[in-house]
């Protein structure tokens, strides 16, 4: 690392949330109005905070490394962190930021579509600038799609959950839970990748029928096979020019 570099290096240590908004701001400077134009799924009367508030503050959550929604709100409860995002956001400055539990409560509600188009739009922003054009594999963009386990348990979270019995016909037999995405990155190059879709694996009463005589693995393969239609349908119907 020459003397430039470093002293760039040294540039970001001290500020780097100054940095980050910089580039923010350069290549994708709509972001929070974007947030502001996501349909709000709360009643008027419940509304404290906006649509680009309490967006703003999960980019910022991710920006910051916070694994937990509990651990954000105590990480973001001093008063200058709450002013200094409300700045970063463009919202006026609060006393606080969004809790956490009017955080889950409200992403429970929002319609996940939205957050799609944004990082799609994102993402077509950043193709249309050119600024990842070495990334191109003899001229084409490449995807990368892989099936995530988001939870698996006994307890059942909702209607959507997968199903699997695990020791059947012993008195070991359990039903576990579980919940699946496929997701689809596009590759910008070394060590760095895009959201470009996701799309949710649940089976329906006659998937359950139809799959009673497979196996774990058939079953598995089967809906990661009918979720990647879905999602590469959608892509292609938003990028309908991308080779």
Not at 142 to 171: A, F, S
Request: aromatic letters at 10%; proline letters at 3%.
């Amino acid at each position: 690392m020459g003397r430039k570099e470093q002293r760039i290096q040294k540039k970001l240590e001290k500020n780097p949330i100054r940095e980050l908004n910089k580039i923010q701001n350069r290549y994708y400077s709509q972001l929070f109005w974007k947030f502001a134009q996501t349909k709000d799924p709360r009643h008027p009367s419940y509304i404290t905070y906006t649509n680009r508030m309490m967006l703003g503050t999960l980019y910022y959550k991710g920006i910051a490394g916070i694994d937990s929604m509990q651990e954000m709100t105590e990480q973001f409860n001093e008063e200058t962190v709450s002013k200094n995002l409300s700045a970063f956001i463009g919202e006026k400055a609060g006393e606080y930021v969004p809790h956490h539990v009017t955080e889950n409560e409200y992403l429970e509600r929002l319609d996940p579509m939205e957050l799609e188009e944004i990082k799609q739009d994102l993402v077509y922003h950043l193709i249309r600038r050119r600024c990842f054009e070495d990334a191109r594999y003899k001229k084409k963009w490449l995807i990368i799609v892989d099936g995530t386990q988001l939870y698996c348990g006994q307890r059942k979270l909702n209607e959507h959950c997968l199903e699997r019995c695990c020791n059947k016909g012993t008195d070991k037999e359990i039903t576990l839970y579980h919940r699946d995405v496929l997701e689809a990155k596009i590759f910008f190059g070394e060590k760095l990748v895009a959201s470009i879709g996701s799309e949710f694996i649940e089976n329906n009463g006659e998937d359950r029928k139809r799959q009673e005589k497979m196996s774990a693995e058939e079953i598995k393969q089967d809906c990661e096979t009918k979720a990647f239609t879905r999602l590469a349908g959608r892509i292609k119907k938003r990028f309908p020019r991308l080779p």
